[in-house]
């Protein structure tokens, strides 16, 4: 069975216990509401334990996760019976092979009248024993469990290869379907729920084969973690991350050698160029399950702020209310990476030039939402402490409000650090000596280049 299927089938009958619980609450276990739902993961779990002997789902942090790979596209049941278990306090659920219909039912009745809180998964499995229950265990959360980095690495790894493969069929001729792209954007938009600096890391690390698709998924998780600051309901949220995604994808019309070139484009090159938005906004309008929302912000990325961008708008012509997000996002993603016509900039240079684009090509409102997010110190900006140590800010203070994690790179002679090490400015613990760390002004990072590169792998390996 594909991942893909298998996540599916998980989510389905997951859903199917959730509203067989549901029912519960209203009508008793021999009811067709309560009972066909269960006869339906009793089947699902058959098509599942085909070529499996058990099927382990785990709760961390409100999260339902399988095989290390988190499910993100919970809707109310699914939430209610993962609620359900993490009140009970099960970490870790396994099907067995060997479950029968009544053990299912059984552990349905339980889930419903069990009313004892933060339970150990002995205590849980002694009284799932007494309700009858057989063939499911319940065990504590191991240490190996992937972590965070690596789930954010996985969606990462995941989201370009959706736009590659939307790329290529549109350079094939075929119209791709839009629901690989929407699903990947749900999950990055959890995982940034769920930790943000681990997901907005990724987009900081610029070593790519292929520019455009690794461009294309930064500016889904920039727009999205802008999305999620300026806190636009869920369905629009996601259509400016579907957006993000594939914002550039009418470049699949213009010649390869041309999006790749090196050098800085002649005036007939950049009028072809200019005409990938447009290409971008019939190609979405044709793809299925794509909102017409995503096709118009798709449409309207380059026409800046002032109307002054391309395709050139009509006098009075308005654009769609959330347009303004994602040319933030690509702007940022831009002057960040090394082009080979461009040196890189550090976040902190970045978003001071945005600041200047203000008002002109950007929208000042966007600019200063997106300078908020990533603080004084954005995650990447090399920094000096007042130990005269340098470091990197890899992380943001919980609230916004507190002082950022700094990965402290040089010692105060200017040495690299054979281990560099991560301590966090808010915490008081967090002092070299009995001096507490702060950061006193960020640093030129083209000094330090190679060791600051080095720096951000280690955040993703470490802490
Ligand atoms: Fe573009
Ligand atoms: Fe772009």
Same mark, same amino acid.
């Given at each position: 069975?594909?991942?893909?299927?298998?996540?599916?089938?998980?989510?389905?009958?997951?859903?199917?216990?959730?509203?067989?619980?549901?029912?519960?609450?209203?009508?008793?276990?021999?009811?067709?509401?309560?009972?066909?739902?269960?006869?339906?993961?009793?089947?699902?779990?058959?098509?599942?334990?085909?070529?499996?002997?058990?099927?382990?789902?785990?709760?961390?942090?409100?999260?339902?996760?399988?095989?290390?790979?988190?499910?993100?596209?919970?809707?109310?049941?699914?939430?209610?019976?993962?609620?359900?278990?993490?009140?009970?306090?099960?970490?870790? =659920? &396994?099907?067995?092979?060997?479950?029968?219909?009544?053990?299912?039912?059984?552990?349905?009745?339980?889930?419903?009248?069990?009313?004892?809180?933060?339970?150990?998964?002995?205590?849980?499995? /002694?009284?799932?024993?007494?309700?009858?229950?057989?063939?499911?265990?319940? *065990?504590?959360?191991?240490?190996?469990?992937?972590?965070? /980095?690596?789930?954010?690495?996985?969606?990462?790894?995941?989201?370009?290869?959706?736009?590659?493969?939307?790329?290529?069929?549109?350079?094939?001729?075929?119209?791709?379907?839009?629901?690989?792209?929407?699903?990947?954007?749900?999950?990055?938009?959890?995982?940034? *729920?769920?930790?943000?600096?681990?997901?907005?890391?990724?987009?900081?690390?610029?070593?790519?084969?292929?520019?455009?698709?690794?461009?294309?998924?930064?500016?889904?998780?920039?727009?999205?973690?802008?999305?999620?600051?300026?806190?636009?309901?869920?369905?629009?949220?996601?259509?400016?991350?579907?957006?993000?995604?594939?914002?550039?994808?009418?470049?699949?019309?213009?010649?390869?050698?041309?999006?790749? *070139?090196?050098?800085?484009?002649?005036?007939?090159?950049?009028?072809?160029?200019?005409?990938?938005?447009?290409?971008?906004?019939?190609?979405?309008?044709?793809?299925?399950?794509?909102?017409?929302?995503?096709?118009?912000?798709?449409?309207?990325?380059?026409?800046?702020?002032?109307?002054?961008?391309?395709?050139?708008?009509?006098?009075?012509?308005?654009?769609?209310?959330?347009?303004?997000?994602?040319?933030?996002?690509?702007?940022?993603?831009?002057?960040?990476?090394?082009?080979?016509?461009?040196?890189?900039?550090?976040?902190?240079?970045?978003?001071?030039?945005?600041?200047?684009?203000?008002? /002109?090509?950007?929208?000042?409102?966007?600019?200063?939402?997106?300078?908020?997010?990533?603080? &004084?110190?954005?995650?990447?900006?090399? =920094?000096?402490?007042?130990?005269?140590? &340098?470091?990197?800010?890899?992380?943001?203070?919980?609230?916004?409000?507190?002082?950022?994690?700094?990965?402290?790179?040089?010692?105060?002679?200017?040495?690299?650090?054979?281990?560099?090490?991560?301590?966090?400015?808010?915490?008081?613990?967090?002092?070299?000596?009995?001096?507490?760390?702060? &950061?006193?002004?960020? =640093?030129?990072?083209?000094?330090?280049?190679?060791?600051?590169?080095?720096?951000?792998?280690?955040?993703?390996?470490?802490?």
């Amino acid at each position: 069975m594909e991942r893909r299927d298998q996540e599916l089938l998980i989510t389905s009958l997951i859903r199917a216990l959730g509203t067989s619980l549901k029912n519960r609450a209203l009508y008793p276990l021999a009811h067709p509401l309560v009972r066909s739902p269960i006869e339906k993961v009793y089947k699902d779990l058959r098509v599942f334990f085909a070529d499996r002997s058990e099927l382990a789902l785990v709760v961390t942090d409100g999260t339902l996760v399988f095989e290390g790979f988190p499910i993100f596209n919970l809707t109310s049941p699914l939430e209610s019976f993962v609620d359900r278990l993490t009140r009970i306090g099960a970490p870790a =659920v &396994i099907f067995e092979k060997d479950l029968t219909l009544e053990d299912l039912e059984n552990f349905v009745r339980f889930l419903h009248i069990t009313k004892e809180q933060g339970l150990s998964p002995g205590e849980i499995q /002694k009284l799932l024993a007494d309700a009858g229950v057989g063939h499911i265990r319940v *065990k504590p959360i191991e240490d190996t469990d992937k972590d965070d /980095k690596d789930i954010a690495n996985e969606i990462y790894g995941n989201a370009v290869t959706v736009v590659s493969s939307v790329m290529r069929d549109v350079r094939l001729g075929r119209i791709p379907s839009g629901t690989e792209s929407e699903r990947v954007t749900r999950d990055i938009s959890g995982m940034l *729920k769920r930790n943000r600096d681990a997901m907005l890391a990724l987009t900081l690390i610029k070593n790519y084969d292929e520019y455009t698709y690794n461009h294309s998924v930064n500016v889904a998780i920039i727009s999205l973690a802008l999305a999620d600051v300026l806190h636009l309901p869920g369905q629009d949220k996601i259509n400016v991350g579907v957006a993000g995604l594939l914002h550039d994808v009418g470049k699949t019309q213009l010649a390869l050698d041309l999006i790749r *070139k090196p050098s800085t484009l002649t005036v007939e090159e950049f009028e072809e160029i200019k005409k990938h938005p447009q290409e971008g906004f019939v190609l979405l309008g044709k793809m299925s399950h794509i909102r017409p929302d995503s096709a118009y912000m798709v449409l309207e990325h380059h026409m800046r702020f002032d109307l002054s961008g391309y395709p050139p708008p009509e006098p009075g012509y308005r654009v769609h209310a959330h347009s303004n997000i994602i040319p933030v996002a690509d702007c940022y993603d831009a002057l960040t990476t090394m082009r080979s016509y461009q040196k890189a900039r550090y976040p902190n240079q970045s978003l001071e030039i945005m600041t200047k684009l203000s008002g /002109k090509s950007l929208d000042p409102y966007i600019v200063a939402a997106f300078a908020k997010t990533m603080g &004084i110190y954005p995650v990447g900006t090399m =920094v000096r402490l007042n130990t005269l140590e &340098i470091g990197m800010v890899v992380g943001q203070g919980e609230t916004g409000e507190e002082p950022p994690k700094v990965m402290v790179l040089f010692d105060r002679d200017g040495n690299p650090l054979a281990r560099p090490e991560q301590v966090d400015l808010g915490d008081p613990e967090g002092t070299a000596g009995d001096r507490r760390r702060a &950061i006193v002004g960020t =640093v030129n990072p083209n000094l330090y280049t190679e060791v600051a590169a080095g720096a951000l792998y280690l955040t993703m390996e470490t802490a």
